[in-house]
């Protein structure tokens, strides 16, 4: 049995309807970008949705069930799964495999929240495709049935908007193109319900032999274009008015309520770590590296914000270069130096922060918890600091792809000045920090000179002491009273801790950008050896500066370990520092003030707050109105077409054409109440059906009386049209006098009369009309068709 043929205007309605569809599925896709972080999704998404649309398609055409619709969409997805989805499981890339299948049949399940639970942007060998190529294949299908099957098509708007919302959810708090996606999707729906209801056929049966064809088209032509207006101006106006009225804050996903976004300060600074791994890690192996090269040093990490009681890791946020964010390869692409691959095994240790060397490129994680620890890694290329959520424990190994730069000499810096980096302000410093800054660098001439000076202040000056058993008091911490103790006491005495945060605090407060690094590194006897330990007894922390041109420049301002405190160095400085520190001034008598000033400042901070609050009251009066405008802007304009169509009818130059334009007006009002009017009707018979469908007896008598005015041997007087249009005016609000108001104002919001209903057959009409009358009034007179071009267009 053939197939059943397909009408010439089924055609063109099928292929307005998959044009539509296509453009609507494109506006969802464009949301996955963010998550895959480019376009590595769009062959399953797009195969996914044209895999859909052509089930729909075939099964509109055969008129199956939907049972068989199902069963086809199933079949597809586990035949074109593997190719689109999978490809890295099949054989030469599109052949589906057990493991393929496997993975297919899981993923239905699984798949989404292997998405929602991986941090984007996500990696498409994963299996990630899997949620963008089902997502579009069964919202294809399923929209496409219902546009090609259903009277309505506007029914199959609700799985498209749905499968939007979804992809939103799926997403990331960053958005990809919210007002081009949102204007797209609105401006298309319109404009394919409009199409749609001009080329249904009630409004395509129009007798060729009562009117001009090209006349016709070029009617039709004019609406389409004049609907095509409406929506730009819509859609202008909702872009224009989303510049202001966008929300500052980010939106919220579903990813972000699984997964919390990343926070360094969530974790304490690895620099309060330092005491115990020296006083409880000297002989255990924390960790091993294989491939270290000579001179490098293994980063922790890097900490430049200090709060007066910390000094911690900095996360700039998007767009700085102290950003953390997910692994992935090619994370330093500028970096230049020796590449090394270094191979990391932990031992004792445990803690978020991943050792690493250099500017790494790639952290690759072996064994049980690789998974994991690739999911949960986060990297600051500005810093060189890396951190696992999951924390590595012992047995975790991994490899990581760095450059090392190369080594610096003060001779090949020369004069190079410092970098413009930026970096936190320091709060809570001792203030004494910036004289003692000051004058230790007053000598020095260049800027390496100067880092140099503050770095042999504390190295030569002070006394080196973990403050354990057997060894001079050193107290652990480096808070603001401690940097301060250090600095004014009689003696510096501290070890690496202090003596790094003091200098950056001293580099700082004089514009030396500085920051603390802590980490490992051989002693100079063991360096250049294959396998590195990091034990408590070689964990150190220095300070970087940075030169413009160099990079940062590692400085260790810690004294020699055997630079200790005795009886023979133990004397006074010469020039102690005085202590930072001063004990709180005594209270003080008050103040005797003017009975009036308290009530002369509560009436001026009264004010402020009177003019705070009518500031804010009016910044949110202005944001409400402008998403009022964005909201009503499509309604304004189809009242404000309306209106000029009125007034031209109103206004015509001849009378007749305002006595036509009067029951022009009045059956479009009719079919926004829901009249169907055939095309070509005459006004007696378009009396008929809106008496009829309305219940308005009065019209039938509305269209004698007009017919009269334009067949009749004179023109009409200008108190007969204002009589004829005021009778039209009490029929169409008695039309709405008779329905509720929500009935009302989809009357006055509708556009069957503007773009399909009886327009274009009342526009026939007025030429045939007037053509007629002025045969009547003028006969044996050819008239040109120029004025009755000039009515039509009028009417």
Do not use: C
């Not at 099928?14 to 969802?28: E, F, I, K, N, R």
């Not at 994963?126 to 949620?131: C, F, K, S």
């Not at 090209?214 to 609907?227: E, K, P, T, Y």
């Not at 790639?362 to 951190?387: I, K």
């Amino acid at each position: 049995m053939s197939a059943p043929a397909i009408p010439a205007i089924s055609a063109r309605r099928w292929g307005l309807d998959l044009g539509a569809l296509a453009l609507l599925l494109g506006v969802s896709v464009a949301g996955f970008w963010p998550t895959f972080a480019g376009a590595s999704y769009l062959p399953a998404a797009i195969g996914g949705a044209l895999l859909g649309i052509a089930i729909a398609a075939a099964a509109a055409w055969r008129r199956w069930g939907i049972l068989i619709i199902a069963a086809l969409t199933v079949l597809a997805y586990f035949v074109f799964g593997g190719a689109l989805a999978l490809p890295h499981t099949t054989i030469a890339g599109f052949i589906p495999t057990f493991d393929t299948l496997q993975q297919l049949a899981i993923g239905v399940i699984t798949s989404w929240k292997q998405m929602l639970t991986t941090v984007a942007p996500v990696a498409a060998p994963d299996g990630h495709l899997i949620v963008p190529f089902l997502l579009l294949l069964v919202a294809a299908a399923l929209t496409a049935s219902l546009a090609l099957r259903l009277t309505r098509p506007a029914w199959a708007l609700i799985p498209a908007a749905a499968l939007l919302a979804v992809v939103i959810s799926l997403g990331t708090p960053e958005p990809a193109i919210p007002v081009i996606q949102g204007a797209i999707f609105a401006i298309v729906s319109m404009a394919w319900l409009a199409l749609h209801q001009i080329w249904a056929p009630q409004n395509a049966a129009i007798s060729v032999g009562e009117v001009d064809p090209s006349r016709a088209n070029h009617m039709r032509m004019r609406r389409l274009i004049a609907g095509v207006g409406v929506l730009a101006v819509a859609g202008g106006a909702g872009v224009a008015t989303s510049a202001f009225t966008a929300p500052s804050e980010v939106r919220h996903v579903l990813r972000d309520v699984i997964i919390p976004p990343f926070n360094v300060h969530d974790y304490p600074s690895a620099l309060q770590s330092y005491r115990g791994h020296v006083r409880d890690d000297a002989d255990k192996a924390l960790f091993t590296v294989r491939g270290l090269p000579e001179a490098a040093r293994v980063r922790l990490a890097t900490m430049d914000e200090f709060d007066g009681q910390v000094i911690n890791v900095v996360d700039g946020g998007p767009g700085s270069s102290s950003a953390f964010s997910p692994i992935r390869s090619n994370m330093s692409p500028d970096a230049e130096g020796l590449p090394v691959t270094l191979q990391i095994e932990i031992g004792d240790y445990a803690g978020v922060w991943v050792p690493n060397a250099g500017e790494v490129s790639e952290f690759v994680f072996d064994g049980e918890n690789a998974e994991a620890l690739r999911r949960g890694t986060y990297y600051s290329s500005g810093t060189g600091t890396a951190v696992a959520t999951p924390g590595l424990s012992e047995g975790d190994s991994y490899s990581v792809q760095s450059i090392i730069p190369a080594e610096v000499t003060d001779e090949q810096i020369g004069d190079a000045p410092f970098g413009t980096v930026r970096l936190p302000k320091n709060e809570n410093v001792p203030e004494d920090l910036t004289a003692l800054a000051a004058e230790t660098v007053s000598d020095a001439e260049t800027p390496i000179e100067q880092a140099r000076a503050l770095e042999s202040f504390l190295s030569e000056d002070g006394f080196f002491s973990h403050g354990l058993e057997g060894e001079v008091i050193s107290r652990a911490g480096h808070t603001s009273e401690r940097i301060s103790t250090l600095i004014g006491g009689d003696q510096m005495v501290g070890d690496d801790e202090q003596y790094a945060v003091a200098m950056a605090l001293l580099a700082g407060e004089i514009g030396i950008p500085a920051r603390v690094v802590m980490g490992f590194y051989p002693a100079e006897e063991q360096q250049g050896a294959a396998d590195f330990t990091a034990t408590g007894d070689n964990i150190h922390a220095w300070v970087e500066v940075n030169f413009e041109g160099f990079g940062w420049v590692p400085f260790d301002p810690t004294p020699p370990e055997d630079q200790v405190p005795n009886d023979q160095n133990t004397k006074p400085r010469a020039d102690p520092k005085p202590q930072v520190l001063q004990p709180p001034p005594p209270p003080q008598e008050p103040a005797d003030l003017p009975p009036t000033l308290p009530d002369d400042r509560e009436s001026e901070d009264e004010s402020l707050n009177i003019a705070g609050i009518i500031a804010a009251i009016l910044l949110i009066g202005g944001i409400s109105l402008g998403v009022l405008a964005l909201l009503l802007s499509p309604f304004i304009i189809i009242g404000a077409w309306k209106a000029s169509r009125r007034r031209s009818r109103r206004a015509a130059a001849h009378t007749a054409d305002r006595i036509s334009g009067g029951w022009d007006e009045l059956t479009d009002r009719a079919v926004d109440y829901g009249a169907r009017l055939a095309p070509g009707a005459t006004r007696g018979e378009e009396a008929a059906l809106v008496a009829t469908s309305l219940t308005v007896p009065a019209v039938t008598t509305l269209a004698q009386r007009a017919d009269a005015e334009v067949f009749g041997p004179s023109e009409p007087t200008p108190e007969e049209v204002d009589a004829f249009w005021n009778e039209v005016d009490e029929i169409v609000v008695g039309l709405g006098s008779d329905v509720g108001f929500f009935k009302r104002m989809k009357a006055r919001l509708s556009l069957r009369s503007l773009l399909g209903g009886s327009a274009l057959s009342n526009g026939f009409q007025t030429l045939k009309d007037t053509a007629a009358a002025r045969v009547r009034r003028e006969p044996g007179t050819i008239k040109s068709s120029t004025p009755v071009a000039s009515e039509s267009e009028t009417s």
